[in-house]
């Protein structure tokens, strides 16, 4: 059942034990992430209290036993500006707060059948559907058995071949994983590197850096 | 039976909602299954419901027209 966004929010805050997440695009297009998007490509700092509503969701879960956690399909064996945009601006926050926060390279997967999907309670599949652009169009609970145990599947075989957050930084540190500097268009950024070591980058979109609040309403 | 793809709801990954077009010019809807009961409605043995989103069904129109 096609399911609004009121009923697919409550999941996110009365869910009993367990929420998890596989995400499988290498960008999402949300409307009201578009300016801290440009915000994090023109290198400003980041705000410190970006993402504090979900982080605060999440961090009240830990607290109460519960779990939280998702799995990125990276693709190409590499970090393109979305997911880096994900990383820096959400993912760094969440998994603060106690959200396990994990990636695999679809390379590593090629048998596994998976979805953009959430799994609540490990029992209500919610499925999401984006368009080739990664716009989310629709929000789809579930309820087939047999998506249940692909679904369920589906985690836990990503899961087994994942590695955390900190072993992401750690590539990245190490150069063991491609970050190219590109537009969200795919072209180069030429406009985003800095002329000489230390000149700062003035963002593109507007000179004022502060951050706005709010968490992006739908793509979690 | 032949299906002609006439439009879907632009599933890279997941759902995929779609819409076909037979040879006897009519349509068949790949939807999520809906149960009669849920929806209150007496479905005649044979038959079956089928929810898409509204957009699908727009958008598989405006290229048949």
Not at chain 1, 111 to 132: M, P
Not at chain 1, 154 to 175: G, T, V
Not at chain 2, 42 to 65: F, H, K, Q, S
Request: proline share 7%; charged share 30%; aromatic share 10%.
């Amino acid at each position: 059942m096609i399911i609004n966004m009121a009923r697919f929010d409550r999941y996110f805050t009365h869910f009993r034990a367990s929420a998890t997440r596989i995400e499988t695009l290498p960008a999402y297009d949300v409307p009201e992430e578009r300016e801290n998007f440009a915000v994090y490509l023109s290198g400003a700092p980041l705000p410190a209290k970006r993402h504090a509503e979900w982080s605060a969701n999440v961090r009240k879960a830990v607290a109460d036993g519960k779990y939280m956690g998702r799995i990125h399909v990276i693709h190409d064996r590499a970090l393109g500006p979305y997911l880096q945009y994900e990383v820096y601006w959400y993912y760094d926050v969440a998994a603060a707060a106690g959200e396990d926060i994990r990636f695999i390279f679809r390379e590593d997967v090629p048998d596994v059948d998976f979805r953009d999907t959430w799994i609540f309670d490990d029992e209500t599949v919610v499925d999401l559907g984006y368009s080739a652009e990664g716009q989310l169009k629709f929000v789809n609970e579930n309820d087939h058995p047999d998506r249940l145990e692909q679904a369920r599947a589906a985690w836990e075989e990503l899961y087994a071949r994942s590695f955390s957050l900190a072993e992401l930084h750690a590539k990245i540190r190490n150069s063991g994983i491609p970050v190219p500097r590109l537009a969200h268009d795919g072209k180069p950024r030429d406009d985003l590197r800095p002329k000489r070591p230390g000149q700062r980058v003035p963002n593109p979109r507007s000179g004022d850096h502060r951050y706005q609040g709010g968490d992006p309403a739908i793509r979690r | 039976m032949k299906l002609t793809f006439v439009g879907g709801s632009g599933c890279a990954t997941g759902p995929c909602p779609t819409v076909y077009l037979t040879e006897n010019d009519t349509f068949v809807i790949q939807g999520f299954a809906v149960d009669p009961a849920e929806a209150e409605i007496a479905l005649p043995p044979g038959e079956l419901l089928v929810e898409v989103p509204r957009y699908v069904i727009e958008n598989a129109l405006t290229r048949v027209r």
